[in-house]
């Protein structure tokens, strides 16, 4: 009784939408935004029985192979599995099911994994797995040495990425640069630490996304001016959503305007594995900034959940630091440490996959025959998509020359325009929205990304199984070319 | 060479520690700090053939228990083995190692994991998890609902602080109080997002650790005199790194309090499971408000690391959110999202702890000994520690009621205070250093966690094999007896 009368008389709620921070309202994330509800609600309305023109929800909006039925490699659940739980190892029927080498792997690292996987590891990550990471980055880039000691694991690379921008971002004026169109977790983690996103346009004039050095001198100047200092500038390549693979010419021009306008880069490199143009080739930012002989601050994230292993869920990931001073090093390792570590599983996956057989090993041929499927239907469907896209009405889409995205862009008529306003979303929305209605699948707007004021864009990814690839798309044009007809001006 | 200019007349690094955050720079992280670099460099002097005392260092500053031996619990990871390589079910071979109920359970969770544990899961984790710990939560409290929508699975309890201190940090006046001695997560991650951390000191005088309801309103007058506005109230119980478990009473008032205050709760209970005292019992905020009737808005958070479970490397974890407000809980969708999903295995990891075999299950009796073996095994050490600390000059030390550690406090002399002055020092750091080198026991000194002014204690933790942890004791016994001796005023 007393409690009650208590609440009776005190304040409303502690924590309303108007006492939380702005920072946290004004953070979006589209990849999971309002779209996804209307899916969800959809769902549910299926379950009750509503008639909808389609059977289930195709989720082209997130990169998310494994849930769309691409299998996990071999080698990586196997070693997996015996690192958690040893006792595999002892079973004798083990080697008529598991090759040899799977199990020397797993034997040798769990020797070098103090306590097993159930304890800690160390803050920045197990050495093991720090020294496999080390090798692999000197291998792709045939240039040595890369130290143990500047890579950080991480649990995927979102949180390699938080970290970097928390070390970037020292008061409410200091601005990263961001692509536009970008993967809005910079924007929102930009926005939850209070500091300025500085757009730069990608170029798309030609066929491809590009880095048009031009205008991110524009975009920089442009924020001077208002009073934000530009500390860093995020580069996704392979891009997301846009699926360029950059050039190493553009490269140097961008490590040239970092140098210039003293910006530390931010190399978003996780789609390093999905390249799927034969004229094409990844190239890290680490390799350029060495063979140009700067000093270029570098923070480069990788991640398990991309490339062709593709395993989201196990949360691997990790960022390599290159000429950051060493006291803001120490800095970093104590930022790393708050959360103690990143899941030891995930740093097993990222040795193993970065570790792969060899061809004198068994499990090669398996490894490169699952690896190569993965791959080679990928390219197929990547080009697919680019093909169909460009037949439908109102659509142009540059070549999805690597990651898992293309971003065509659709031509709104005014008509489209007026009828989205008035429901209060823009275009884009409004389109991506009658999609799903009507197709089931599940896009994401391209304004949750950012684009050029009046295009609109959105992003689908290539991870349908191939089977029905073609038929969704096709089903997609009906729908796409249905609508251009309808808000015909 | 045109590069090489550039750099040449181009400034200094953009990341140096002046212009770096505050807010980064001011962040403390003790559990890892000195110690641990210093403890790196005599692991690395050993190496060298420098001779110590001793022959390997204990590391008794971390609750990591599988580090130093604690085996991890079968039913565990027979599961996750299972989940990771769905394969190994095929093997006929499988049944004469793995009982069915763990067959049984696998397969049912496989079938309600869509894509696997290699997809990203839904942002708040997966369906069938939050349903396990939403019913295990009613069974602990003996009161429903619990909701699964009100889950929020995170890799470890770290990111659900992480998120909860977000919200609740709107603006650099915002004040979180939290107990001294704290867990510094708490303290690092208020500094970080620019809040102000109020500090409260637990009470310790009649032997037991408490929560004294006159100190925390002193605390809370005194940060609003400074014009600091409190927002929320850190609760650790049982207590970390104090080893209490609080009382019903005790907690009643610290909801009163909170609700005369206008504070949101965020309870750290993440060793729930720890509890040694057979006339102690751990309660949850959670029944605790709801009994009472008040609607105080709590955030509760639990953990795969602590427990009899102790699977720290596997990064499980969740918070449980009551009465909080349904924008906010948006607001809290989001930022989950923005990270995509927790560690599924982490995830996995929950269901299975929280969810054991039952009487009827074959793996019952098993799970059953290895649970008893682990959580009797620390019960007798934290006896031991209790015991054998108050045998030691100087040192005073509560009941280890639960938890994994114990915080001992340490007169100091006027000697051993200016001497540790002289190397720029406080007295227990000094103190946890001396006994490093002259034992190779890695302690945390007090002041990373907090303590009253004048007084100097450290944590240690209750997690050495129970084979070696008396000549452990004994050791340090004879390092503080020697310590006292050699700085007697």
Avoid at 19 to 33: D, H, P
Avoid at 373 to 378: G, T
Avoid at 464 to 481: A, M
Wanted: aromatic share 10%; net charge positive; proline share 5%.
């Amino acid at each position: 009784m007393f409690f009650y009368l208590l609440r009776k008389f005190s304040k409303s709620k502690v924590l309303t939408l108007d006492t939380i921070g702005e920072n946290v309202k004004k953070a979006e994330y589209a990849v999971r935004g309002d779209i996804l509800k209307k899916a969800h609600e959809i769902v549910e309305s299926i379950a009750k029985g509503k008639k909808y023109p389609f059977k289930t929800l195709t989720p082209c909006n997130i990169g998310n192979p494994q849930f769309l039925g691409q299998k996990p490699l071999t080698w990586v659940r196997q070693g997996l599995s015996l690192v958690v739980n040893p006792r595999l190892l002892d079973y004798p029927e083990l080697p008529s099911y598991y090759p040899p080498d799977i199990i020397d792997r797993s034997k040798h690292l769990l020797t070098r994994i103090q306590g097993g996987i159930g304890a800690y590891s160390d803050s920045q990550g197990l050495l093991v797995v720090r020294e496999s990471v080390a090798k692999y980055i000197e291998m792709r880039d045939g240039i040595g040495p890369s130290d143990p000691a500047d890579i950080f694991t991480t649990n995927g690379a979102s949180p390699s990425i938080d970290i970097a921008l928390t070390v970037a971002i020292s008061s409410a004026q200091d601005g990263v640069m961001i692509p536009i169109p970008q993967y809005p977790l910079y924007n929102a983690l930009i926005t939850i630490k209070k500091g300025q996103a500085i757009g730069y346009y990608m170029d798309s004039s030609d066929g491809y996304w590009s880095l048009n050095i031009e205008e991110m001198q524009r975009s920089v100047d442009l924020a001077k001016k208002n009073h934000i200092k530009p500390r860093a500038l995020v580069v996704i390549n392979p891009g997301n959503p846009t699926g360029q693979v950059l050039s190493e010419e553009n490269m140097q021009q961008i490590v040239k305007f970092c140098e210039i306008n003293n910006l530390v880069i931010l190399a978003d490199e996780v789609y390093q594995d999905n390249v799927y143009i034969p004229t094409k080739k990844f190239t890290s930012f680490r390799k350029v900034i060495s063979q140009m002989g700067t000093k270029t601050e570098l923070f480069s994230f990788q991640s398990l959940s991309k490339g062709f292993y593709g395993e989201c869920g196990i949360r691997g990931g990790y960022m390599e630091i290159l000429n950051i001073d060493n006291q803001v090093k120490d800095q970093i390792s104590k930022l790393a440490s708050i959360m103690l570590c990143s899941s030891t599983l995930g740093q097993v996956g990222i040795e193993l996959v970065l570790n792969p057989p060899n061809e004198q090993m068994p499990s090669f041929e398996r490894y490169e025959i699952e690896k190569n499927e993965i791959l080679s239907a990928l390219k197929r469907k990547a080009l697919l998509m680019y093909e169909l896209l460009n037949t439908m009405d109102n659509i142009t889409c540059n070549y999805v020359e690597g990651a898992m995205y293309a971003m065509p862009c659709v031509s709104m008529s005014k008509k489209a325009i007026d009828e989205a306003r008035k429901i209060g979303v823009t275009a884009d929305k409004f389109y991506v929205m009658k999609a799903l209605e009507e197709t089931g699948i599940i896009l994401v707007p391209g304004s949750g990304f950012g684009q050029k004021p009046g295009t609109f864009h959105f992003r689908i990814t290539v991870l349908t199984p191939e089977i029905s690839f073609r038929d969704l798309l096709l089903s997609f044009k009906k729908f796409n070319d249905n609508f251009h007809k309808q808000y015909r001006d």
